[in-house]
């Protein structure tokens, strides 16, 4: 069983910053993609940044310049470092990861979700 575990969420006013953390556990053999998708409330989930195992990182345009995603792999950990936080950053985040991946696919795990609120 493969758990992903989101920290670091919260309330904060525009302009400042949040650091969210997912941590990767269980029975893992490989991983691919890790990355941040987004909800918010009436809206589609989207990506906000992605960062695979090879290649360069995706970024959503709304977040491009103000968003930074890294990983650490020897720790499965995958962190979004968000500053000059907005209002329209609003949303539940939600960890997203590709592992265990074989010559048929990878399979696609999915965090709780951490609320970030932005606050003007």
């Known amino acids: 069983q493969v758990q992903l575990v989101e920290s670091g969420g919260g309330l904060v006013q525009a302009g400042g910053s949040l650091v969210l953390s997912c941590a990767a556990s269980g029975s893992i053999f490989n991983i691919d993609a890790m990355g941040w998708y987004r909800q918010a409330p009436g809206k589609q989930r989207e990506l906000v940044a992605e960062?695979?195992?090879?290649?360069?990182?995706k970024y959503g345009d709304s977040v491009k310049g103000r968003f930074t995603i890294s990983r650490d792999n020897a720790r499965n950990t995958v962190s979004l470092q968000m500053n000059s936080l907005k209002p329209e950053d609003t949303a539940v985040y939600y960890c997203n990861a590709d592992l265990n991946c074989s010559p048929a696919g990878c399979l696609g795990y999915w965090g709780q979700g951490t609320q970030v609120t932005v606050s003007l």
């Open positions: 960062i695979p195992s090879g290649g360069p990182t």
